[in-house]
């Protein structure tokens, strides 16, 4: 079983910027990350392949929001640029245990998942 560990999450006031990490204790392939706001279903917000060659992203963090994975391929950051309030949720982050040729952005896509970190964007 693999252990996902984010951190990196915090209060920042909008218009700034963030980079939250997930560590694995072991190999994964596709690895994403998640966000869900109180009240609401956790969202995709963005996912990056095993080699890192090939990223998506939703909409709604799409040219604010940069993902990314170290060389070793354990750990994934997500960079997120010009918060606004709406980005304020739980952050979480998600890893398969296989690989596949499609694009990853539904919760059930993935096997592994961290414990979430708080991001908090102030007006």
């Known amino acids: 079983q693999v252990q996902l560990v984010e951190s990196g999450g915090g209060l920042v006031q909008a218009g700034g910027f963030l980079r939250l990490s997930c560590a694995a204790s072991?190999?994964?392939?596709?690895m994403g990350w998640f966000r869900q706001a109180p009240g609401k279903d956790r969202e995709f917000v963005a996912s990056i392949s095993w080699s890192g060659a090939s990223t998506y992203y939703a909409d709604s963090v799409k040219g604010r929001f940069t993902i990314s994975r170290d060389n070793a391929k354990t750990t994934a950051y997500l960079r997120m640029n010009s918060l606004k309030p709406e980005d304020t949720a739980v952050y979480y982050c998600?890893?398969?245990?296989?690989?596949?040729?499609?694009?990853?952005?539904?919760?059930?896509?993935?096997?592994?998942w961290g414990q979430g970190t708080q991001v908090t964007v102030s007006s």
């Open positions: 072991g190999h994964t392939y596709a």
């Open positions: 998600a890893a398969r245990a296989s690989s596949g040729s499609k694009w990853y952005d539904s919760v059930g896509d993935y096997d592994y």
